[in-house]
């Protein structure tokens, strides 16, 4: 099989290998995508993280990276069955606690996974969600309005489980 060699073929390839199994270092990914047939340099590498806007987040395996799903259509930013369930899966594996005040929702996870949980909250485009700010380890939820906060935090700490 020949390896892509486009930029498009190359960043799904990379999507594929972090769904399919957890990736320390760029060094590893970069071995990873060796064993596909896939040669890249290190600089092509990390422009293409950036690209996906991969993060590393604290996972079972210690620090890995990990990239916001797309559509089930492949477009990024499109509501979907995909993203309400990565959601449900994120937020049992990365929600503390949520706690509303006055518009505004706080979320609680673990040091370093913030950034990732808030990107899937807004691919997951939450009801009432109008936006999310997040930092290492807490973000912060802007709602439509004070009355919806409450449902909202109620909203994500169900999926919790």
Do not use: C, W
């Not at 959601?87 to 706080?106: D, F």
């Not at 930092?135 to 919806?148: M, R």
């Amino acid at each position: 099989m020949a390896a892509p060699t486009t930029k498009t073929a190359r960043q799904a390839a990379i999507r594929d290998v972090l769904a399919t199994r957890p990736i320390r270092s760029q060094a590893e990914l970069s071995a990873a995508l060796d064993e596909r047939g896939l040669s890249v340099t290190q600089g092509t590498l990390s422009r293409d993280l950036v690209d996906l806007g991969a993060v590393r987040m604290r996972g079972v395996d210690g620090m890995v990276y990990a990239v916001p799903v797309e559509g089930e259509d492949g477009v990024p930013g499109r509501t979907t069955e995909a993203h309400a369930s990565r959601l449900a899966t994120m937020a049992r594996e990365l929600l503390i606690s949520a706690e509303p005040t006055e518009n505004l929702v706080v979320l609680r996870t673990p040091p370093g996974a913030a950034q990732f949980l808030a990107s899937v909250i807004d691919q997951a485009r939450v009801e009432n969600v109008m936006g999310t700010i997040a930092g290492d380890d807490t973000i912060l939820l802007i709602v439509a309005g004070s009355a919806h906060a409450p449902g909202v935090a109620a909203h994500l700490l169900a999926l919790t489980g």
